[in-house]
């Protein structure tokens, strides 16, 4: 019964900011490991902020330094606030949660969120 709805997406200029969040449904979110994938065409969708349910963060080395990622348990929401946005950034960005059960993994996805940085 997990669903995630992802938004913020948008067009801005290089160097600006966006915020996209993430609003989950379900009651897996607070012992989930939640990230933020993102897809350009013609590539593979790679990982570019993970966050534990503990609060521990893991960054892309393309986003370290200008991507924040946060969660808020209580409202089920995760962010990522991008700064210095770049137009190799551009792709479609995706939520995702992971659950890691002793005897299975799951995933879930929510629909994506288009990201264009262009003059």
């Known amino acids: 019964q997990v669903q995630l709805v992802e938004s913020g997406g948008g067009l801005v200029q290089p160097g600006g900011s966006l915020r996209l969040s993430c609003v989950a449904s379900?009651?897996?979110?607070?012992?989930?490991?939640m990230g933020w994938y993102r897809q350009a065409p013609g590539k593979q969708r790679e990982l570019v902020a993970a966050s534990t349910r503990d609060g521990n963060t893991n960054y892309a080395d393309s986003a370290k330094g200008r991507f924040t990622i946060s969660r808020d348990n209580v409202k089920k929401t995760l962010y990522l606030q991008m700064n210095s946005l770049k137009p190799e950034d551009t792709a479609s960005y995706y939520c995702n949660l992971h659950l890691a059960f002793p005897t299975r993994a799951n995933d879930y996805w929510g629909q994506g969120t288009q990201v264009t940085v262009s003059s």
């Open positions: 379900g009651s897996f979110f607070s012992i989930a490991t």
